[in-house]
């Protein structure tokens, strides 16, 4: 029996994710070693020059600040590295895969910078604290996943499962009450991501078109995205039917409707992406999987 190397495997894997996703846990990764090759060389730290400072005016006159800080995180604390990539990885592929790539980059990044305006409204009636870290980003795709699988049941330790929307609103409200705790944790940007996320998803839900990164990671993931997605599946996998039934209730007529309905979207999307629906077959796929 042949065995492959850790090093294959993990590369398989990591492949195997969606191209935004892949692509943003790529680059946190490298500014992680960037941010340690820096500070052993220079004695200082890059978050001098790439953090963001919720002041008006630097937001102004420094704007790359507003991107740079998603993606660095503490040195001194890797867990916020590690767990900011875990949940993005646990919670954002099934969103990637659902909405697409351009869509979900932009759900990923204007929580971020709805994380980012938050702080500095606060700010104003305070002191200015710079920020780093992708946590208000990853709010908002958390978000993102609890509106589209409300009830996938999460596993977490010494707990039960419990239901997506649950887990979501739980973290959220740990932020609003440890608001004022001094624990050195921008829950304002938690909290601004949270709520970023969930205005653009509402708007997505309502048929408009997130789809603004370039069309380039469209084509990566085309060329790039595992040949078995839950898409494919979904289309290709169909319920058998009783022949024999003759009466049905209302409700199993609409189940076989829906279902119907929600394949030949799903198809669609495996056949020419997420952008080539329509506004009401957006519409309509955000409603069918808040049921399913």
């Known amino acids: ?47 001098i020059y790439l953090s963001f400072i919720p002041d008006l005016w630097t937001a102004i006159t420094q704007p790359w600040r507003i991107v740079t800080y998603m993606f660095l995180h503490s040195l001194s604390n890797p867990f916020h590295f590690i767990f900011n990539m875990l949940w993005l990885w646990w919670m954002g592929r099934p969103v990637e895969e659902r909405i697409g790539p351009r ?43 609890a509106m589209l699988f409300p009830r996938t049941p999460i596993m977490l330790i010494f707990l039960p499962p419990i239901e997506a929307r649950y887990v ?43 789809s603004l990164i370039p069309r380039y990671f469209e084509y990566l993931y085309m060329k790039f995205k595992p040949k078995n997605t839950s898409s494919s599946s979904s ?29 030949e979207i799903l198809e669609k999307i495996s056949k020419s ?10 519409r309509k796929l955000f409603e069918l999987s808040k049921k399913n």
């Open 1 to 47: 029996m042949a065995y492959d190397s850790f090093g294959n495997t993990a590369k398989r894997g990591f492949m195997g994710l969606p191209v935004a996703i892949r692509t943003i846990i790529a680059i946190n990764a490298i500014m992680f070693l960037v941010q340690i090759i820096f500070a052993s060389l220079t004695g200082t730290s890059l978050t």
């Open 103 to 145: 869509s979900f980059l932009t759900v990923y990044f204007g929580a971020g910078f709805a994380g980012a305006f938050i702080d500095i409204i606060v700010s104003i009636a305070g002191n200015p604290v710079p920020v780093i870290g992708a946590s208000g980003a990853v709010y908002g795709i958390m978000v993102a996943f």
């Open 168 to 210: 979501v609103s739980g973290l959220i409200a740990l932020d609003v009450l440890f608001l004022n705790s001094g624990d050195n944790v921008a829950r304002f940007v938690h909290l601004g991501g949270a709520l970023g996320g969930y205005m653009l998803m509402r708007a997505h839900a309502n048929g408009t078109d997130l």
């Open 235 to 263: 289309s290709t996998s169909k319920k058998p039917k009783n022949k024999k039934m003759s009466i049905v209730s209302d409700a199993e007529i609409i189940e076989e409707v829906e279902q119907s309905e929600l394949d």
């Open 273 to 282: 992406g997420y952008d080539s629906l329509s506004k009401e077959e957006k």
